[in-house]
């Protein structure tokens, strides 16, 4: 990469490493620092500005040639670079409480910087990334109410599962709903729909020289551009105080923009069950169902969630559970996911928090192809100041498909620091 970049890389390395700085893993995150000062008042609300300055060990980048090597002649590893990354984040968090219209946005801007200290190449990674998540409630503390929200996410954790590593997903879902708690609020209902589009576009201009399949190319990924409209209903009944009936349902429409091969999909999925309280510390949510596709390949499965929450104390809890469901998805028209997950968190002394997080996902497409997915992610995030919070972490990304391709089948480590001021 160009030797500015790669020195002053270096130097923001080693400047974040002198001040301590620390952080939670939250690469497609829009979550900001859970600390601030008084911020700026606007209306009945605050404004909190805030910065996160992050370094990222990370052993899987993206493709890149050999130093001297024209990438269209080869030179390309098989294999997924590791680089070490600063990240530049500067955001802000808007807060306003209202009966009649709350308000909350959260956004931030991302610069990566690949210091070039692993690997020469990465330079051309080097990018721009960001994240908002916007909430408006009108009347929210009426029997009817009405919520409009966006989601809008620009990093390399694509929500797609049939594509590999080594792709930019650009992410963006607005979202209404309108939750209807007549009489004494014992029945909730909660009509919704939304529209998502994910773009895709490759990490470097490579492709690893063991690609046999488009899903693993990152060149091409733009291909399986998208987009996504659903209609749903949500429902509640207390028929106990500490007990409900659940009914969760809709229906998703999956086209795709540049690709004639991927099947779309008209996929209906329901399930209803039981979410509630066994003991005053165990918390239990159970539901089963059933997804079907009215278009595209078709067929059908089962569909559950099973999910428990133990609140051992007030400053230490532990949530598994296991959920199996069926998504739409490129090249394939539809995969079933098995997943099981757990987490655990602790507080000590009011500062320092302790996370733990795992899953591991079996997904099934059809085809006959099938994936495993394990992740991790555990380390500690400590408030120094009511402004200024810090957390360090190690994640665990594994990944291995009954299809060949270093996209497809690869283990990345990431270990990480970040130092947040929040105003």
């Keep these: 990469m160009k030797q500015p970049a790669k020195f002053w890389g270096g130097w923001g390395v080693l400047a974040l490493l002198a001040l301590g700085g620390t952080a939670t893993a939250q690469e497609s995150s829009v979550a900001a620092p859970p600390t601030g000062g008084n911020g700026f008042k606007v209306g009945s609300g605050r404004l909190h500005p805030y910065f996160d300055l992050e370094t990222r060990l990370d052993s899987g980048v993206g493709y890149f040639a050999s130093p001297g090597v024209d990438p269209s002649t080869g030179g390309v590893s098989p294999d997924l670079s590791g680089e070490l990354a600063v990240h530049f984040r500067p955001g802000f968090k808007l807060d306003i409480p209202s009966p009649t219209l709350a308000f909350n946005l959260n956004g931030n801007l991302d610069y990566v910087l690949y210091t070039g200290l692993l690997t020469p190449n990465s330079g051309s990674a080097s990018r721009l990334q960001g994240a908002a998540d916007l909430l408006a409630r009108l009347n929210p503390d009426t029997p009817l109410s009405l919520e409009v929200s966006d989601q809008f996410v620009r990093s390399d954790r694509t929500r797609t599962a049939a594509i590999g590593a080594g792709v930019l997903s650009l992410f ?25 589009v994910e773009f895709f576009e490759p990490l ?55 690709d004639s091969t991927s099947p779309d999909a008209t996929l209906v999925r329901a399930m209803a069950g039981v979410a509630g309280l ?73 500062k320092l928090t302790m ?33 200024l919070s810090g957390a360090a972490g190690y994640s665990l990304g594994s990944r291995s498909s009954s299809l060949g391709g270093g996209g497809l089948n690869y283990t990345r480590h990431e270990g990480y620091a970040r130092l947040s001021v929040m105003y």
Aim: net charge negative.
């Design 278 to 350: 066994v003991s005053p510390k165990i918390a239990v949510l159970a539901k089963a169902g059933w997804g079907q596709d009215f278009s595209g390949t078709g067929g059908g499965t089962v569909i559950a969630q099973l999910e428990g929450t133990y609140l051992y104390s007030p400053t230490l809890s532990f949530k598994a559970g296991y959920l199996r469901t069926l998504e739409p998805v490129a090249a394939y028209g539809l995969f079933t996911d098995n997943r099981g997950y757990g987490e655990a968190r602790a507080l000590f002394g009011g």
């Design 172 to 196: 963006n879902e607005a979202r209404v709903k309108v939750p209807w708690r007549p009489g004494g609020g014992a029945v909730e209902l909660a009509p919704n729909a939304a529209y998502a």
């Design 355 to 387: 996370h733990l997080g795992a899953s591991v996902d079996f997904l099934g497409f059809n085809g006959g192809r099938s994936d495993t997915l394990i992740q991790l992610d555990v380390g500690p995030e400590y408030q120094f100041r009511p402004w």
């Design 204 to 258: 470097g201009a490579t492709s690893p020289v063991d690609c046999t399949e488009g899903v693993c190319n990152p060149v091409t990924a733009e291909q399986f551009d998208y987009g996504n409209l659903h209609f749903g209903l949500e429902g509640r009944w207390r028929f106990l105080p500490k007990t409900a009936v659940v009914l969760d349902s809709g229906v998703d429409l999956r086209s795709y923009f540049n």
